[in-house]
């Protein structure tokens, strides 16, 4: 799939392409954004949007501060105008974390089969130190909720990249939507190899504290 790097919603439209081939998503299931940095609007997938199948009109231009569509002067912007029900969770991760400029909301199939079990995704493989760091999760609350927005704010307010919404999803942020693209790729890896481990029997542990202490920020 071509897609122009300069562009938000291009490169949004590759990480959607791409999850979807890789099984991260299935169809409509999820939904993206994207902001420049220090910006006071963001790119957000439209309701109803499929991710394999975005482009430049299927994104939405609001307002971090108060939600409302910003009507953008091309016709890339016309087709649609309501943004995904999921926004309020969007822009509640921005409004905490000014250093984040890109937001993926997925349901991986893995992630959510451990949390259903009760178990914990184990950071594996240095990749997933690295990427990942430490992995959060936050009780069920409604999609599209206000509620889930404050805890999934709440819980990225410390610096926490990646966390697990129970029995609902992922929010996986970064300051670029290429790194939450690899952060959400290295997060589903290492909820497969956990859930391998306990299919086989063992259980895993993470990397040594020293290790991980011992890591440069992404």
Not at 82 to 97: D, K
Not at 130 to 136: D, K
Request: hydrophobic share 40%; proline share 6%; glycine share 8%.
């Amino acid at each position: 799939m071509n897609y122009v790097p300069g562009d938000l919603r291009d490169q949004l439209a590759h990480v959607g392409y791409d999850v979807v081939q890789s099984g991260l998503a299935v169809g409509s299931g999820g939904n993206l954004s994207a902001r420049e940095p220090d910006a006071d609007t963001c790119w957000v997938t439209a309701a109803g949007t499929w991710l394999d199948r975005l482009s430049r009109s299927g994104f939405v231009s609001v307002g971090v501060a108060d939600g409302e569509p910003v009507p953008v002067p091309e016709p890339y912007g016309a087709r649609f105008t309501r943004p995904t029900s999921e926004l309020a969770l969007h822009l509640a991760v921005y409004r905490a974390r000014p250093d984040v400029n890109a937001v993926v909301h997925l349901h991986p199939q893995t992630v959510l089969l451990l949390d259903a079990l009760g178990e914990r995704i184990r950071l594996v493989t240095t990749d997933h130190a690295f990427y990942l760091r430490r992995v959060a999760t936050v009780p069920f609350r409604p999609p599209g909720s206000i509620e889930l927005a404050g805890l999934a704010a709440g819980a990225v307010a410390d610096g926490t990249d990646c966390v697990v919404l129970s029995r609902h999803g992922i929010c996986v942020t970064a300051d670029s939507v290429e790194l939450a693209h690899k952060r959400v790729r290295n997060l589903e890896e290492a909820a497969r190899l956990t859930y391998a481990a306990l299919v086989a029997g063992r259980s895993l542990t993470d990397l040594p504290d020293d290790f991980l202490d011992g890591l440069t920020t992404v």
